[in-house]
C-alpha cells in the first residue's frame, strides 16, 4: 500500500489509485465528498451505518469496514465529516474508537463543524501518538460537496496542511490556512453567523417585495445585479421564493453551530444581538418540527411573527 503521508509527489504526478483514506460520516455532505475522491483515483475505505449508503458506495469502488477502530490499521489519512462535537470525541477517542489503534504519523482531517475547545483536546492526545489532526469544516453546502468546490477552512500545523492540501483540492476550491489548531472552526463559526444573519436579511427584503405586491424573482434578480448580490440571495433567497427547504443544511446543525458561536463570543466577552436573534429564529424552526429542512426555513418563522 502507498501511503499518502509519503508520496505527496506520486500524489501530484498520477491520476491513478494512489493512496487509501479512510473516511467517517456519509451524509449529505460526506457522501459526495466521497465520491468525489474515488472519481479522483483515491482509495477509499469508510465505515457507515445505512444500508444504502454502504452499498452505493461499495458499488463503486469503496471497501465497507465494519468497525471504526479498523481504519487506523488500514489508513495513515482519516476524514471525518459529523454533525457533533460528541460525536467526533466519541469516534476519536471513546470505546472501540479511532485512537487506540493509531499509528505514528497518522492524520485526522476533521472536516465536522464543530467546538475548537473539542478539536485543541483532539489534537494535544493525538500529539501524545505523534499523530496530527488538521480541522478543516467546510462551507458551501451539499451543490458545494456534490461539485467538489467547497470552501474549506483549516487549522493545525501548515506543514501537514501542505501535504493533505492535494486532497483537500478534489473537495473544495477556496482553501485557506488561518493557523494553529481550531482557528479553522473559529473561521467556520465566524461563517455561520454571516450566513444566519445574511439569511435574515434576504428573508425580510422578500417579506417587504411580497407585502409591496412586488414580483419576488423580480426583486431577487434586481438585487443581485447590485452590491446587495451574495450566495445566500441566489440559492436560500430561492428555497424562499419556492418554499422549497430540501435540506443543503439542516436547521438543527445550523442551530448547532450558533450555539457554538455564540460560546465563543461568551468566553470573548463579546455581545453578539445579531447572532442571538438568528439563533433565536433556528431555535424557533426546530421547535416548529422544521430541524430537518434546509436553514432557510426561517423564512418560514419570519413569515408567521409577521402575519
Known amino acids: 500500500m502507498i501511503y499518502c503521508t509519503d508520496s505527496i509527489q506520486y500524489i501530484m504526478d498520477s491520476k491513478k489509485a494512489h493512496c487509501e483514506i479512510g473516511f467517517i460520516g456519509l451524509g449529505i455532505m460526506g457522501?459526495?465528498?466521497?465520491?468525489?475522491?474515488?472519481?479522483?483515483?483515491?482509495?477509499?475505505?469508510?465505515?457507515?451505518?445505512?444500508?444504502?449508503?454502504?452499498?452505493?458506495?461499495?458499488?463503486?469502488?469503496?471497501?465497507?469496514?465494519?468497525?471504526?477502530?479498523?481504519?487506523?490499521?488500514?489508513?495513515?489519512?482519516?476524514?471525518?465529516?459529523?454533525?457533533k462535537s460528541n460525536d467526533v470525541q466519541?469516534?476519536?477517542?471513546?470505546?472501540?474508537?479511532?485512537?487506540?489503534?493509531?499509528?505514528?504519523?497518522?492524520?485526522?482531517?476533521?472536516?465536522?463543524?464543530?467546538?475548537?475547545?473539542?478539536?485543541?483536546?483532539?489534537?494535544?492526545?493525538?500529539?501524545?501518538?505523534?499523530?496530527?489532526?488538521?480541522?478543516?469544516?467546510?462551507?458551501?453546502?451539499e451543490i458545494g460537496a456534490i461539485n467538489g468546490n467547497l470552501s474549506i477552512m483549516v487549522g493545525g500545523q501548515k506543514k501537514i496542511f501542505k501535504k493533505i492540501l492535494p486532497i483537500l483540492s478534489v473537495l473544495g476550491e477556496n482553501i485557506t490556512y488561518i493557523g494553529k489548531s481550531g482557528s479553522g472552526q473559529i473561521t467556520k463559526a465566524c461563517n455561520q453567523i454571516l450566513v444566519a444573519g445574511t439569511m435574515v436579511a434576504v428573508s425580510e427584503v422578500l417579506l417587504v417585495a411580497k407585502k409591496s405586491g412586488c414580483d419576488l424573482n423580480l426583486i431577487r434578480d434586481a438585487l443581485m445585479g447590485g452590491f446587495a448580490n451574495s450566495k445566500i440571495l441566489e440559492v436560500h433567497g430561492l428555497r424562499m421564493i419556492n418554499s422549497d427547504y430540501k435540506p443543503g443544511f439542516k436547521s438543527k446543525l445550523h442551530l448547532k453551530d450558533l450555539d457554538i458561536a455564540l460560546k465563543i463570543a461568551r468566553n470573548l466577552n463579546i455581545n453578539l444581538k445579531g447572532t442571538k436573534y438568528s439563533r433565536k429564529l433556528m431555535h424557533q424552526s426546530v421547535i416548529d418540527k422544521k430541524q430537518e429542512k434546509d436553514s432557510s426555513v426561517i423564512h418560514e418563522i419570519i413569515k408567521k411573527i409577521n402575519k
Not at 112 to 141: C, F, M, Q
Open 90 to 141: 466519541k469516534v476519536v477517542l471513546g470505546n472501540d474508537g479511532l485512537y487506540e489503534n493509531i499509528l505514528h504519523n497518522t492524520i485526522l482531517i476533521d472536516m465536522s463543524t464543530i467546538s475548537p475547545d473539542v478539536t485543541t483536546e483532539i489534537s494535544n492526545k493525538l500529539k501524545l501518538k505523534k499523530s496530527y489532526l488538521i480541522d478543516a469544516p467546510v462551507s458551501g453546502g
Open 31 to 83: 457522501k459526495p465528498m466521497v465520491k468525489n475522491l474515488l472519481k479522483s483515483g483515491y482509495k477509499i475505505s469508510f465505515f457507515a451505518r445505512r444500508k444504502k449508503v454502504i452499498n452505493e458506495i461499495s458499488a463503486i469502488g469503496g471497501a465497507y469496514v465494519k468497525n471504526i477502530s479498523d481504519l487506523p490499521k488500514l489508513c495513515r489519512i482519516i476524514i471525518l465529516n459529523l454533525p
